[in-house]
């Protein structure tokens, strides 16, 4: 059975790649920031109760990780999908404000690389040993052809920067990084206009994992298995 962290899985893309790798009996270890809000996770729970742990972390408290990893223990983590992430509604240059902006740095930048710190070793135990993390198109310094978007672009592309060095610093303990765009997806936060589906992007990215390995480490891979540029 394989072993999977997701982090931010009470909705969204994150519920959606718990009830994809559910279908594939996986086990799954799904963090939420609040257990009882997670409505539909707690449901896939209570149909796939051998399938899924929940483990209640707010990202933005500073001893997050360390509490995550204290769960773990020994426990080996074949899969590690960093998902956890959140936009931002002051996007233009006039409206940007340093609160805000240090929020989002936490939960899309530092928290994902903290959680990584912590879990390291869990990974390491697996025989599969593979990390992605969730960015975004918007990232892309060399994408950027229309501005604006301040906040969320440059967590974006810090958490890119993570991606790259991560893949260089693990490579030699096997462990494969890669940072994966979902596509502008119908989601909460992508809004209702989007053109992906749910379904259609966490499958897409589900296929570019099972076929990416150590070869491919530090890309930046769209969820059709196209490489983006940086």
């Known amino acids: 059975m394989t072993h999977i962290l997701i982090t931010g899985a009470n909705r969204g893309i994150g519920l959606g790649f718990v009830k994809k790798y559910i279908e594939k009996n996986a086990h799954v270890l799904c963090t939420t920031r609040d257990i009882l809000g997670s409505k539909e996770l707690l449901a896939c729970k209570e149909e796939y109760p051998k399938n899924i742990e929940i483990f209640e972390i707010d990202l933005l408290k500073e001893n997050a990780a360390v509490t995550l990893a204290n769960f773990l223990k020994n426990r080996p983590i074949d899969i590690l999908i960093s998902n956890a992430g959140v936009g931002s509604s002051n996007q233009h240059f006039e409206a940007v404000s340093l609160k805000p902006w240090l929020n989002v740095l936490k939960v899309n930048l530092i928290a994902p690389l903290m959680i990584t710190q912590a879990v390291i070793e869990n990974v390491k135990k697996s025989s599969v040993k593979k990390i992605y993390f969730l960015s975004s198109q918007l990232g892309s310094i060399e994408d ?83 490489e983006l540029p940086w």
């Open 144 to 226: 950027n052809k229309s501005g604006g978007m301040y906040i969320y672009r440059s967590s974006k592309t810090g958490l890119n920067q993570v991606v790259k060095s991560l893949s260089i610093d693990l490579k030699a303990y096997g462990i494969t990084v890669v940072a994966l765009h979902p596509g502008w997806v119908k989601t909460d936060m992508g809004g209702p206009n989007a053109p992906v589906s749910i379904d259609e992007s966490v499958e897409g990215m589900i296929r570019v994992i099972d076929t990416t390995d150590i070869k491919d480490t530090g890309k930046f891979l769209n969820y059709d298995g196209r």
